[in-house]
C-alpha cells in the first residue's frame, strides 16, 4: 500500500487541476466559488504516519449500520495576526472509558446531523506531523475575508476514510446529497485511492440544489465535476457560493482479489470566531 502511495505523490502532467505555481489560484477561487487544484506534496515521514492514522481510523459512530466509513477529527486555531502562521491545537475532551475525543457541530447544515458529535480525536504524533501542520497553514492562506479577523479562526481537520468490500456494498459519505458545510471554507485532498474502486465524483452545483440527491438535480446547475485519483490532487469550496456532493465508492469486481477497496481523505474547514455575550 504504501507503495502505491508513493506512486501516487510523483508528479503528473496529465491533472486538469492547476498547481499554485502556473496561476492565482486565490483569485481564481474568489471568482469561481470553488478550486480543483493540486496542493502541496506530503513529505515521507510525514506519509509513514498519517497512513498509519488511516489505517486505525475507528468506525465513524454516526454512519448506517451498513456504511463502512471510518473517521477521527480534530481542532484547531489560527492567530491571524501572527506573521509565523500555526495551528494551534485545541486540547480533547474524554469520554467515560478514557477515550480521547473531539467535537464537530455543523448547526443546521448537515441534514443527517443536526447536533453536535464527538469523534475520535486525531492522535498527536498525525498532528505533530510537519505535512498536516503546513497544509492547514497553506490552505488558510488560499482563504479570504478572514485575515482581518480580531479573534482566532477556527480550524476543523477530519480523516475520513470509505471502505468498499464487495460490488454491493457501497462506502458513502455524508450527507449523501448536494450540501453546503456551514464553516466559510472547506477543503478536500485525497491522500490515498485504491486501483481497486469506482466513483468517489466530486460535483460542484449551485446553491439552490442544497438538499438534493444526484438525481434530482438541474443538470444545468452543476458546474464541474471531477473524481481526485492521485494524492494531493484537491479541491476547495467556498460556502455561500456553492453546494457540492461526492458519490458513494464501489469496490470493481477483481476476481479473486479479496482486498477492500479504500479511498482516504483530508478535510480541512475554516470559520471565524465571534464573542458571545
Given amino acids: 500500500m504504501l507503495d502505491q502511495l508513493d506512486a501516487n505523490t510523483e508528479s503528473y502532467s496529465n491533472l486538469t487541476a492547476i498547481k499554485h505555481q502556473e496561476i492565482d489560484l486565490k483569485n481564481t477561487f474568489k471568482a469561481k466559488g470553488y478550486l480543483h487544484y493540486k496542493s502541496i506534496e506530503v513529505d515521507h515521514f510525514s506519509k509513514l504516519l498519517l497512513a498509519k492514522e488511516f489505517e486505525k481510523l475507528e468506525k465513524d459512530p454516526f454512519a448506517p449500520t451498513h456504511t463502512q466509513r471510518f473517521r477521527r477529527y480534530g481542532n484547531a486555531l489560527i492567530l491571524p495576526w501572527e506573521k509565523d502562521l500555526k495551528p494551534i491545537w485545541l486540547p480533547t475532551v474524554r469520554d467515560n472509558i478514557g477515550q480521547e475525543l473531539s467535537g464537530y457541530d455543523q448547526g443546521g447544515n448537515n441534514p443527517e ?11 498527536q504524533e498525525a498532528k505533530s506531523t510537519q505535512y498536516l501542520n503546513d497544509l492547514i497553514v497553506d490552505d488558510y492562506q488560499l482563504t479570504f475575508g478572514l485575515e482581518n479577523a480580531y479573534l482566532p479562526i477556527y480550524v476543523g481537520v477530519h480523516f475520513v476514510k470509505l471502505r468498499s468490500t464487495h460490488a454491493d456494498q457501497l ?69 455561500p457560493a456553492v453546494s ?19 479511498r482516504w481523505m483530508i478535510l480541512i474547514d475554516f470559520s471565524l470566531t465571534k464573542q458571545k455575550i
Fill in 244 to 262: 457540492h456532493y461526492v458519490s458513494p465508492i464501489r469496490k470493481i469486481d477483481q476476481g479473486t482479489n479479496a482486498e477492500a477497496g479504500e
Fill in 113 to 123: 446531523h443536526q447536533s453536535i458529535r464527538y469523534f475520535n480525536a486525531l492522535s
Fill in 171 to 239: 462506502g458513502i459519505s455524508s450527507p449523501n446529497c448536494f450540501h453546503q458545510d456551514g464553516e466559510p471554507f472547506t477543503f478536500a485532498h485525497l491522500f490515498y485511492r485504491s486501483n481497486n474502486i469506482e466513483g468517489g465524483e466530486n460535483f460542484i452545483a449551485s446553491p439552490q440544489e442544497r438538499n438534493k440527491r444526484l438525481d434530482e438535480v438541474n443538470n444545468y446547475n452543476i458546474y464541474q465535476k471531477f473524481t481526485l485519483r492521485q494524492a494531493s490532487e484537491s479541491f476547495a469550496v467556498h460556502d
